[in-house]
């Protein structure tokens, strides 16, 4: 009789534990039916990310899906659940060592990538950096008037053109000395009142200067003309001269002698 009732009463209770099964099934599909947070066992799975995204990823997956979800408050507060316990399983696994924090560059490895393009670089001396200067629009017009007029002799005038490069080597100099000296001082008829002292080493830079530009002119004219024939109506001498004094107009331009 005894077995008999613990039978009954087993039976009983499997019944019940069914029953209470079937209800919390029942209840679950409910809410769910409802818009309630949806329930999900792994967080990674439910922020739709893998076990090796970044903090970076996890912000941005939770910050999507509140804003798509803003109107449900249990899911808003189910995905920040879910942010929380991906944060934790990486400390976790962190301090476990199952993961180590990646270190793009260590400050020795800065350091001597730091050394390495330094010692890449050609660092010139300060009297080479400023040996070059952009001119202003005042200069141009000023050294274009004249050197217009020569360049237009050397290329129409082949006869005068040993003259043309003497004068513009000269005023290739002197437009080159003076760049960066400060206005004479005039009186009140617009006489000069004082004359000021020749500096003998800007005044021999800008001589080489202009010299070197000259030849560089020559040099490129006898070797490029080889390679590149003139048209047959342009005389080679006349193109060579207007270009040598077009090289020593542009170094009075953009070379600089003064306080160096």
Request: hydrophobic share 40%; net charge positive.
């Amino acid at each position: 009789y005894n077995k008999c009732e613990q039978r009954i009463d087993s039976l009983r209770g499997g019944v019940f534990r069914h029953v209470n099964s079937k209800k919390s099934m029942v209840v679950c599909s409910a809410s769910s039916m409802r818009g309630g947070a949806p329930e999900e066992s792994n967080p990674y799975r439910a922020l739709g990310l893998s076990e090796g995204c970044s903090y970076d990823e996890v912000e941005v997956a939770v910050k999507k899906l509140k804003s798509k979800y803003s109107s449900d408050s249990s899911k808003v507060e189910f995905y920040e659940r879910q942010k929380e316990l991906v944060f934790e399983d990486k400390l976790r696994r962190r301090l476990s060592g199952e993961i180590s924090t990646k270190i793009k560059e260590s400050p020795y490895e800065r350091i001597m990538r730091e050394r390495k393009a330094e010692a890449r670089k050609i660092v010139l001396p300060n009297w080479m950096k400023n040996l070059w200067k952009l001119p202003d629009l005042r200069q141009i017009q000023r050294s274009g008037i004249i050197m217009g007029v020569l360049l237009m002799g050397a290329l129409l005038a082949p006869t005068i053109a040993g003259t043309s490069l003497f004068m513009g080597y000269a005023i290739a100099a002197a437009f080159l000395y003076n760049r960066g000296l400060p206005e004479p001082v005039k009186d009140e008829y617009g006489n000069v009142g004082e004359i000021q002292p020749v500096k003998q080493w800007a005044l021999l830079r800008s001589l080489v200067i202009v010299a070197i530009a000259c030849l560089f002119g020559h040099l490129f004219c006898r070797f490029g003309l080889e390679f590149i024939p003139l048209p047959a109506s342009i005389d080679t001498e006349s193109f060579t001269n207007t270009f040598v004094l077009l090289c020593m107009w542009l170094s009075s331009l953009f070379f600089y002698t003064q306080d160096l």
